[in-house]
């Protein structure tokens, strides 16, 4: 396996999986949907995606950084929104091994760190603690959505 930087050039591969993603976020499977947002991603240069390849070329994952900034430490930061590794290739280092590369990223870039939200209940928090994630149990998050 190894991880690689996506490109356009990867768009039928990652379409699969971000399609998969989002329907193990009960999401509707809809694959031009999902082409078009990464398509757009792409297009815009607006966020960083990396992808977990099998020696056999197949696609096992991927993680898609955002960026952003903190005023306070006045450097960038990310926010990782997706981390998706296939059904098959769980329990194979996969996520492991993206969320690695996601951090080697932040340490080149000069980055605060990255920042994730997940479920209370999702089993991948014993992997991000074990990776030197922390749980932040001091400030709160407020979502306001349209």
């Given amino acids: 396996m190894k991880v690689i930087t996506a490109s356009e050039s990867h768009l039928a591969k990652l379409t699969l999986l971000f399609d998969s993603y989002r329907v193990f976020y009960k999401q509707s499977s809809d694959l031009v ?4 947002f990464l398509s757009e991603r792409f297009q815009k240069n607006d966020s960083v995606l990396f992808m977990a390849v099998s020696e056999e070329g197949e ?3 991927f993680t898609q950084l955002y960026p952003s900034f ?7 930061t990310y926010i990782l929104n997706d981390l998706f590794v296939a059904a098959k290739h769980r329990k194979k280092g996969v996520g492991e091994a993206l969320l690695e590369r996601a951090k080697q990223f932040a340490i080149n870039d000069g980055a605060k760190g990255i ?10 928090q014993k992997l991000y603690e074990r990776l030197g994630w922390k749980k ?3 400030i709160f998050h407020y979502t306001w959505e349209v």
Avoid: C, F, I, Y
């Avoid at 903190?70 to 960038?76: A, D, E, L």
């Fill in 33 to 36: 949907r999902a082409e078009k």
């Fill in 70 to 76: 903190s005023s306070v430490s006045t450097q960038p």
């Fill in 59 to 61: 696609a096992m994952g």
């Fill in 136 to 138: 932040d149990t001091k």
């Fill in 115 to 124: 920042t994730l939200e997940t479920d209370h209940d999702n089993p991948a």
